[in-house]
């Protein structure tokens, strides 16, 4: 501070006493403005702020581009009027004043007009206040900003409103975040109300027919096999349609002898797909033939490797299941691909259906040379070398 600058610009804490003494005689409202933008210790600034009166001079000091976060939020909390408010509230370059403006705030259109606007950064605040649920609703499927309409929806207690706005919106966060809403709020209802099974048969159809692919819909509210089925078999979505069956699953729904069925429903669905990171059945028969490998059932896994739609694209798989480490680490044994391996049994038509280039009388040798001496003691082996012999 120079010789001839008033003692308010002091940037010494041990000179704070007397720049507040000097502030607290100053009563004109724009030497008062200066004071509060100027000064350079926090406390000389908000005391120039509290002798303010003029409500255009707080607003003022709120938006003046390089005013500091304390003075705005002194002079905010200063401002009784809506208008001013209100206009704060919607401004992006004033925090913290537009947070502190929202709380201020009573007046619920007023709320709702800040609540939906596309200015501000602070609309969530203003759907907090927000006690109608109309309101809220409007909120969220009107909303310009995408914060403030998922903090609607959060909001939302009634299950009708929040079905309606599932199954009439196409915006995939809106969807997300009332498919959440919903499934946490039916979850907490005591399942003898009467509602909750119309409900839920409505949140069952909205699941069926949703098309957004980037919505996430949540399927652990769905308990019953019968609702499971239903997605699998019907939903417009096949990640949903994998997932229910991949739960089917789970759930040991399919007892062993129904596996290798399954295996072949998820295996042609699987072939829709061109890219394997986007195909939704690839988990599912990942899980499959992991099932199958554990079932240690002989007969299930030789049908599984014979089966052109089933297993033989894990065949070397079952095969090592079958016979331990009996030949699966002679030389030349892992060139033989799962495919080819499926085709040794005698599948040949897996074997040419999906096309892999290999000479079948090599993989022939080649399993020929890698088959044990003491295999005829295994009565599964020896089912399994007829097969070799036959092919």
């Not at 739960?247 to 797909?273: D, G, T, W």
């Amino acid at each position: 501070m120079s010789l001839f600058e008033p003692l308010w610009k002091t940037n010494k804490p041990e000179l704070m006493t007397e720049a507040l003494d000097m502030v607290s005689v100053i009563s004109d409202q724009k030497k008062l403005r200066n004071v509060a933008l100027n000064a350079s210790l926090s406390e000389v600034r908000c005391a120039a702020v509290e002798r303010i009166t003029d409500e255009q001079i707080l607003r003022d000091i709120i938006l003046t581009k390089d005013s500091a976060f304390d003075a705005r939020k002194a002079a905010v909390h200063r401002i009784q009027d809506e208008g001013i408010l209100t206009e704060i509230a919607m401004m992006r370059s004033c925090y913290p004043a537009d947070g502190e403006a929202i709380a201020q705030l009573e007046n619920q259109e007023l709320l709702k007009k800040i609540a939906m606007s596309e200015t501000g950064w602070e609309q969530a605040k203003a759907v907090y206040k927000i006690k109608a649920p109309a309101d809220l609703r409007e909120i969220a499927e009107k909303g310009e900003k995408a914060g403030p309409r998922k903090t609607a929806i959060r909001m939302i207690s009634d299950p009708d409103v929040l079905l309606d706005i599932m199954g009439g919106s196409s915006e995939r966060f809106i969807i997300t975040e009332a498919f959440h809403r919903f499934d946490d709020l039916l979850r907490s209802m005591p399942e003898e109300d009467k509602r909750v099974a119309d409900w839920h048969e409505r949140y069952l159809n909205i699941v069926l027919k949703e098309r957004q692919k980037d919505a996430k819909v949540n399927l652990d509210y769905f308990q019953k096999t019968s609702e499971l089925e239903r997605i699998y078999q019907k939903a417009y979505r096949e990640d949903l349609r994998a997932e229910a069956f991949s739960r089917l699953i789970a759930r040991r729904v399919y007892s062993p002898h129904n596996l290798k069925e399954a295996c072949k429903q998820a295996f042609m669905n699987s072939l829709a797909f061109d890219d394997d990171a986007k195909n939704p059945w690839k988990t599912v028969l990942t899980n499959l033939e992991t099932r199958i490998l554990n079932s240690h059932d002989p007969s299930l896994l030789l049908e599984c490797v014979q089966d052109s739609m089933a297993g033989c694209h894990f065949a070397s798989a079952c095969i090592r299941e079958l016979f331990g480490d009996r030949f699966q680490d002679e030389v030349g044994i892992d060139w033989v691909q799962d495919e080819a391996v499926a085709a040794y049994i005698g599948n040949i038509e897996a074997y040419t259906f999906l096309q892999y280039k290999y000479d079948m009388d090599y993989c022939l040798r080649l399993l020929s040379e890698a088959v044990p001496a003491d295999a005829g003691e295994n009565k599964w082996y020896r089912r399994f070398l007829r097969r070799v012999q036959s092919a």
